[in-house]
């Protein structure tokens, strides 16, 4: 969806401007702190295939996903 809103508003003269968090190594080391005691767990929508990047890309531009989605080597 944001590609689509990014590539509209160029077409419009409309800038979109989309907020981004640098996070520092602290919260970093943080994160994998809670992960590693299992105080927060990822939440994993699909898992597709390199082969199948292509279908992940359109899967999270058509899709409501409820987690990441992940591609895989294996």
Do not use: N
């Not at 927060?40 to 058509?62: G, Q, S």
């Amino acid at each position: 969806m944001l590609i689509w809103a990014q590539l509209y508003a160029g077409l419009r003269g409309v800038r979109v401007v989309v907020p981004q968090a640098v996070p520092d190594a602290e919260a970093l080391e943080r994160v994998a702190e809670l992960v590693a005691a299992q105080r927060v767990r990822p939440v994993i929508d699909r898992r597709f295939r390199l082969e199948d990047a292509a279908h992940a890309i359109r899967y999270m531009e058509t899709e409501h996903t409820s987690g990441k989605v992940v591609v895989t080597t294996a």
